[in-house]
T-cell receptor, first 117, second 117 residues
């Protein structure tokens, strides 16, 4: 069974509008971490936002926010005020367990976001 | 933040040759590093976990003798693709985490694009 599911086809959004990228996950661990990374065409992986399983507040980082619904096992990324530079591949990932350094990430298949001027 | 570098960024080689890719943590020590492989338009697939001073842990289906990993110091892990063939052409990317409080995310290198002719 997939641990991270990203099922949306390629997404399009108008510049300056908000967009939500969906992510659901599956784990039996109580402690886990959820991440979103952006990958532009250059290939680099850019960290966007992190949500710990015990965090009660939804994480926010500038224009990025994570809509964490634990009971539904979803961790959707919301990008507000989209910019042309937001056009990229976006990956949702999960770390099972509490520690960061030695715990591997499992990635979803990703979703391509295109921002229209 | 923490910086991870990779070298080379791009390599083209003939079928049958071996290629070494370096992953360095520039401003922190990393007892563990992760190696991923990514085909075009696909997700990152974990190949192996590189452990300083000990053997790497390979994911199921990854050939240990094909993808040799050496983590000889706290700042350097190398991936050697032995007897490379065209099907090994891919984007190889490494990651690491400082293991310090406040560092939840994996920091990724810029990746190495391997083309085997």
């Amino acid at each position: 069974a997939q641990k991270i599911t990203q099922t949306q086809p390629g997404m399009f959004v108008q510049e300056k509008e908000a967009v939500t990228l969906d992510c659901t996950y599956d784990t039996s661990d109580q402690s886990y971490g959820l991440f979103w990374y952006k990958q532009p065409s250059s290939g680099e992986m850019i960290f966007l936002i992190y949500q710990g399983s015990y965090d009660e507040q939804n994480a926010t980082e500038g224009r990025y926010s994570l809509n964490f619904q634990k009971a539904r096992k979803s961790a959707n990324l919301v990008i507000s005020a989209s910019q042309l530079g937001d056009s990229a591949m976006y990956f949702c990932a999960m770390r099972e367990g509490y520690t960061g350094a030695n715990s591997k990430l499992t990635f979803g298949k990703g979703i391509t976001l295109s921002v229209r001027p | 933040g923490a910086v991870v570098s990779q070298h080379p960024s791009r390599v083209i080689c003939k079928s049958g040759t071996s290629v070494k890719i370096e992953c360095r943590s520039l401003d922190f020590q990393a007892t563990t590093m992760f190696w991923y492989r990514q085909f075009p338009k696909q997700s990152l697939m974990l190949m192996a976990t590189s452990n300083e001073g000990s053997k790497a842990t390979y994911e199921q289906g990854v050939e240990k003798d094909k993808f040799l990993i050496n983590h000889a110091s706290l700042t350097l892990s190398t991936l050697t693709v032995t007897s490379a063939h065209p099907e090994d052409s891919s984007f190889y990317i490494c990651s690491a985490n400082p293991g310090l409080a406040g560092y939840n995310e994996q920091f990724f290198g810029p990746g190495t694009r391997l083309t085997v002719l």
